[in-house]
């Protein structure tokens, strides 16, 4: 897959949304808990205060940058659309990159900004009051806080999916997952600090990092659980929503589908390799026998050897041998 920068608009605007949201929600969420260790707040008041901060921010993003981008501001709704088929692999990278970015600057501008009106840490009261047991669990054992995300995970990209009919958040489906978002949290804060959006959580985990708290590496360590649970049930959403809306998706035909797929992408690659093997021998075979250039007759004939001057030599007369006389014996007379 060739990545490419198609929609920078929808991309930023992405970012920008899910900035916001953060900001927004984990600065009320921070007010709540100061006046909650102040004695002036309830656990309730405060998981309320930050379930409406979240929900209200949604639904009004949706209504302020809905026509720059498809307003998900959640790695887990962008997934549960990837995976539905109504978002593109490309679109799901630049995404989900924008949310986490996102969520790491809406955090960090957050808790910057509440040190700065209470003239306090507010990173490190995080650390130490929400830094224990599970990640910002409030004594919760770790199974529980995974399936607790996992569950409300699979209901948000349930509705989400059910509400819209392509990849883009309207007006309309913005207000039903807004409430649904503000329902969730509110429950689910009840036992853990979560959000239902792993940008949210990265982001705050690595803002918390900036503390002198001493536990301020907890978080960071165990933030998989907020990244993986909520990934789960998010695949899990969208593959019960497809088997439910059966009118819609016909599950054989999509795995026939993409077993054609693949094996079209194997048949492709093997004819290519096959193509290129056959091609490099056929280079081989009409690639010409390099032939030794013929040797000029000039440079072939041989150079006269330089006599030596000795001067005049005089001819030697070969000296026939003398007829034989014949001898007194044979001499006729």
């Known amino acids: 897959m060739a990545i490419s920068f198609e929609n920078p608009k929808e991309y ?22 100061l006046e909650f260790l102040n004695d002036t707040g309830s656990p309730s008041s405060s998981s309320l205060l930050v379930a409406f901060g979240f929900a209200i921010t949604f639904i009004g993003l949706v209504y302020f940058i809905g026509s720059a981008c498809n307003c998900h501001f959640n790695p887990l709704i962008s997934l549960s659309m990837f995976i539905n088929g109504r978002m593109k692999a490309n679109d799901l990278l630049w995404y989900v990159l924008a949310q986490f970015i996102g969520g790491i600057l809406g955090a960090l501008f957050a808790f910057y900004l509440v040190t700065q009106l209470y003239r306090t840490d507010m990173v490190a ?13 409030q004594s919760i054992e770790v199974i529980g806080a995974f399936l607790i995300e996992m569950m409300c995970a699979f209901i948000l990209c349930s509705v989400a999916l059910k509400a819209t009919k392509t990849n883009k958040i ?17 429950i689910a804060r009840e036992f853990l600090m979560t959000a239902v ?90 690639e010409p026998v390099a032939e030794e250039e013929p040797v000029a007759e000039e440079e072939i004939a041989e150079e006269p050897v330089a006599e030596e001057e000795f001067g ?22």
């Not at 900035?19 to 600065?27: D, E, Q």
């Open 12 to 33: 930023i605007a992405e970012l920008i949304g899910t900035a916001i949201i953060m900001a927004i929600g984990i600065s009320v969420g921070s007010v709540s808990l």
């Open 125 to 137: 009261i995080y650390v130490s009051t929400f830094g224990r047991d599970c990640v910002w669990a």
């Open 170 to 186: 309207d007006a309309k489906a913005g207000i039903i997952i807004g409430f649904t978002t503000f329902a969730l949290i509110f």
């Open 197 to 286: 959006n792993p940008a949210m959580s990265l982001g705050a985990a690595i803002a918390v990092l900036f503390s002198a708290a001493p536990d301020n590496a907890v978080p960071i360590a165990q933030i998989w659980l907020f990244i993986i649970a909520p990934a789960l049930g998010a695949v899990i959403a969208s593959i019960t929503y497809m088997v439910v809306n059966s009118e819609e998706f016909d599950v054989d035909a999509m795995l026939a589908n993409a077993k054609a797929k693949s094996a079209a992408r194997r048949e492709a690659r093997e004819a290519e390799r096959a193509a290129n093997a056959q091609a490099a021998e056929e280079a081989a075979a009409e």
């Open 312 to 333: 005049d030599i005089p001819e030697i007369e070969s000296e026939e041998p003398a007829a034989e006389t014949p001898s007194d014996e044979n001499r006729s007379y």
